[in-house]
C-alpha cells in the first residue's frame, strides 16, 4: 500500500467518525470499535441499557455512508420468516413472488436479539458467517457491504433467551456504549431542544469509499510474529482455569483482521502488539464459556483475557 492509498483510506475512517460524533456526543470508543469491526468486515453486539444511543450509533453508521438501512425489532413471537422473507402466491401471474426480509440490506440493526425464540437467532447464522442466506432450498447472496449491528439488554434476563455459542462466535467484537459524562449529557440535551441532530446528518462518503477503505484494511501488514502472538493469547484461553470453553480459531481470525482496521484507523501500515492487545477483550471475552463455579467466585471472562494479555510474551 503507497503512502496516498493510507492516507486516503484514513481519511475516510476520518469523515465517518467525524460525522457520527455529531450525533453521538463522548462516544469516541465505541464509535471507533464499531468502524473497526465494520472496516474488517465483521460484526458487532452491544450489551447496554435502554437509552444509551445503540440505535442513534447504528442510524448514524448508515447515514454517513448513504447505506441501506433496516431494523429488526426481536420478539418472542418473530418467525425465521420474518427476517429471511417468505414466498407469495401471485394469483395474476400464477407464480409465487420472493418478498425480501430486512436481511437484505447493507447495515441490520438486530434490536433486543435476545428476546427471539433460538429458531429465530439462528436465521441470522448463515448470514452473518457466509454473506448469504437459504431460503426454501434456494440460496441468495447477501449484498457484500452487509453488516450486523445486534443489540441486548444485559440485566434483562425475563422472557429473553440466551444467545448460543455458535451465535456469539459470529460477532467480530462485543463492547457497551456505556453512560456519558455529565457534561457530554448536557450537550446532549442542548442538541436536542427541537429535534434530533439524526434528522439533519447527510453522507460524508460514498459506498465505493467504503470499498476502498474494507480492501486498504486487508492491505495492513502484519508479521508472522504477531501471528503467532494472535494464536498463542487465543490457544491460552482453551486451558486457563476457570474456562469450560475457550475461544475458536475465528477469534484468532477477528482478532487479526480488527487489529489491522485499528492500525488504518491509527494510520500505520502496519500492525503493533498495542494494536492486537487493545482488541483483544471486545474480541475474545465474549466467545468464551466460562465454568459454573468460576462464575460464582467472580471470575469473568474479561479478567481472564486480561490476565492472559500479562502472561503472554510479547514478540520483540
Known amino acids: 500500500m503507497t503512502h496516498t492509498d493510507l492516507g486516503a483510506a484514513h481519511s475516510v475512517f476520518q469523515k465517518i467518525q467525524t460525522n457520527i460524533e455529531l450525533v453521538m456526543q463522548g462516544q469516541g470508543a465505541a464509535i471507533r470499535n464499531l468502524l473497526t469491526a465494520f472496516a474488517s468486515g465483521g460484526h458487532v453486539l452491544l450489551e447496554d441499557y435502554p437509552g444509551t444511543g445503540k440505535t442513534t450509533l447504528a442510524k448514524a453508521l ?14 418472542p413471537d418473530l418467525l425465521p420468516s420474518d427476517i429471511l422473507g417468505v414466498s407469495i402466491f401471485n394469483q395474476k401471474n400464477q407464480t409465487f413472488d420472493f418478498h425480501q426480509g430486512p436481511i437484505f440490506t447493507n447495515i441490520l440493526l438486530a434490536d433486543e436479539i435476545n428476546r427471539a425464540s433460538p429458531r429465530t437467532q439462528s436465521a441470522l447464522l448463515e448470514a452473518m458467517g457466509e454473506g448469504q442466506v437459504s431460503v426454501e432450498g434456494e440460496r441468495r447472496p447477501l449484498d457484500s457491504l452487509f453488516f450486523v449491528i445486534a443489540t441486548q439488554n444485559p440485566v434483562e434476563f425475563r422472557g429473553t433467551y440466551p444467545l448460543p455459542e455458535a451465535q456469539m462466535d459470529r460477532f467480530a467484537l462485543v463492547f457497551n456504549l456505556g453512560y456519558v459524562s455529565a457534561q457530554a449529557e448536557v450537550s446532549i440535551l442542548t442538541a436536542q431542544v427541537k429535534q434530533h441532530p439524526i434528522d439533519d446528518l447527510k453522507p460524508c462518503v460514498s459506498i465505493d469509499d467504503v470499498h476502498r477503505l474494507k480492501h486498504a484494511v486487508a492491505e495492513i501488514r502484519i508479521s508472522d510474529e504477531l501471528k503467532r502472538y494472535i494464536v498463542n493469547l487465543v490457544a491460552a484461553t482453551r486451558t486457563a482455569t476457570g474456562v469450560q470453553l475457550g475461544a ?5 481470525l477477528a482478532l487479526m483482521k480488527t487489529s489491522q482496521a485499528l492500525a488504518l484507523f491509527a494510520k500505520q501500515e502496519f500492525v503493533t502488539p498495542e494494536h492486537i492487545q487493545q482488541m483483544s477483550v471486545p474480541v475474545i471475552a465474549h466467545r468464551m464459556v466460562m465454568e459454573p463455579q468460576a462464575r460464582f467466585s467472580g471470575l469473568t ?6 490476565e492472559i494479555l500479562k502472561k503472554t510474551p510479547v514478540p520483540a
Open 62 to 75: 448508515a447515514r454517513s455512508i448513504n447505506a441501506d438501512f433496516k431494523r429488526a425489532q426481536f420478539t
Open 301 to 306: 471472562a474479561r479478567s481472564v483475557v486480561e
Open 248 to 252: 475458536s480459531p475465528r477469534a484468532s
